[in-house]
């Protein structure tokens, strides 16, 4: 045989011309906020100033296949080639993480050998277990944990160990960094608000799925339906408005375990009839289009990419008062904040119906809002610059 055999490890090192490579781990949730939020960070210009790559800790093909849709430039790995089994409790997921963590870390290992990533970014509790090992031992690379919800961290000791490794630790509100300031130093903490697509939600709303608004104000609310997202709210708060006024529909976007209990209780509210469930869609933006109001109840949210993507069509809003919403709307200019109550929402609700001229404004203010602050290319701008800061420290 001539000629020598290549060392695999070296064969991987990047070429001089070549930008450097950032390695994401994440534990993915099938094709949800988070998720989606990143397939259009991928897929924003300007590409090139980093190649990126992203490990799934569990198989994801849903993931795969939204970032393709998206477009996304970007090349997936999987560190256990089997997907999560579904509707697992947290503890049981933890149980079977802690058995597959000697082989996710092997192949984490086996990816860091090869493609020696400069910057590793850890998206979430799950994959923090996965990395640590490799953190702690540095080799020169750089680390950043991203967190997505705003909720206080109990053990602290425990969770300081697993952070121990990171050089930066990132929020995608202010509501997420603060809640991580007990676990890291001020100096470490950054935040990196989450963007959408704002281009591509506009072109919706005048594509061949905008369905034709019916008679009178059209609210809108969109998400998961879970139980911490309170559309049962939105439901009650409707009822009222709907009583007093005798006019107006509820256009309920997005899918998940609570829709039965909700169909249920529209009924029970004599309300059905005005309420629609379009279920999950792709294409949000052709709703949003038609829509007169946007709503959101959530009692937390790391940042609501939906709260954005109703700014992002000038949609006036009435939004609960909570973690990872408040801080996107200015109060009385770009929406209404009030308090966690479904009479608050109703008179929130009303109070835009009377008004349609300071409606209009609100709507304006929220969309110009939505593009300086919180589109996808300016969530890319702060990723690549916290990508520069790291590597001008190596």
């Known amino acids: 045989m001539s000629g020598a055999l290549r060392d695999p490890v070296r064969r991987a090192e990047p070429a001089p011309d070549r930008p450097p490579r950032v390695l994401h781990v994440m534990r993915t949730y099938g094709a949800h906020g988070g998720e989606t939020q990143l397939s259009r960070y991928f897929s924003t210009e300007p590409r090139g100033a980093v190649e990126e790559h992203f490990a799934f800790i569990y198989r994801d093909d849903d993931c795969r296949r939204l970032f ?13 080639r089997r997907p999560l089994a579904p509707d697992q409790s947290p ?37 923090a277990l996965v990395v640590w090992p490799f953190g702690m031992m540095g080799r020169g690379r750089r680390y950043v944990y991203i967190h997505r919800i705003a909720k206080r961290h109990g053990r602290r000791a425990v969770f300081r160990l697993l952070y121990a490794p990171y050089d930066r630790a990132a929020g995608v ?33 005048q594509g061949p799925t905008a369905p034709a608004a019916p008679d009178g104000p059209v609210f809108v609310c969109v998400g998961r339906l879970l139980a911490h997202k309170r559309q049962d709210w939105i ?24 829709r039965a209990a909700l169909e249920t209780l529209a009924r029970d509210l004599g309300i059905a009839e005005a309420v629609t469930a379009w279920g999950y869609r792709s294409d949000v933006g052709a709703l949003l289009g038609g829509a007169t109001v946007f709503l ?7 940042m609501s990419n939906a709260v954005l993507e109703g700014m992002a069509m000038g949609l006036p809003s009435v939004v609960i008062d909570a973690p990872g919403v408040t801080e996107c709307h200015i109060d009385g200019e770009t929406g209404l904040i009030v308090p966690p109550s479904v009479d608050a929402l109703a008179a929130g609700m009303r109070r835009l119906l009377a008004d349609p001229d300071a409606a209009a ?34």
């Open 173 to 205: 509100s202010h509501a997420v960094t603060d809640s991580l300031a007990p676990l890291f130093g001020r100096e470490k903490l950054v935040t990196l608000d989450n963007g959408v697509e704002i281009d591509a939600l506009r072109a919706a709303a």
């Open 296 to 302: 959101h109840a959530s009692n937390w949210e790391g």
């Open 68 to 80: 393709e849709a998206a477009g996304a430039r970007v090349r997936t790995h999987d560190l256990w």
């Open 91 to 127: 503890w049981a997921e933890l149980a079977r993480l802690a058995v597959r963590l000697p082989g996710m870390a092997w192949r984490l290992g086996r990816l860091l050998r090869r493609l020696k990533p400069r910057i590793v970014v850890v998206h979430g509790f799950q994959a």
């Open 361 to 394: 404004r609100m709507g304006q203010a929220a969309a110009q809002r939505a593009e300086t602050q919180y589109s996808t290319r300016a969530n890319r701008a702060r990723f690549l610059d916290l990508y520069d800061t790291l590597m001008a420290e190596t």
């Open 235 to 258: 439901l009650r708060a409707f009822a009222q408005v709907r009583s007093a006024t005798g006019t107006g529909s509820l256009w309920i976007v997005g899918d998940g375990p609570e």
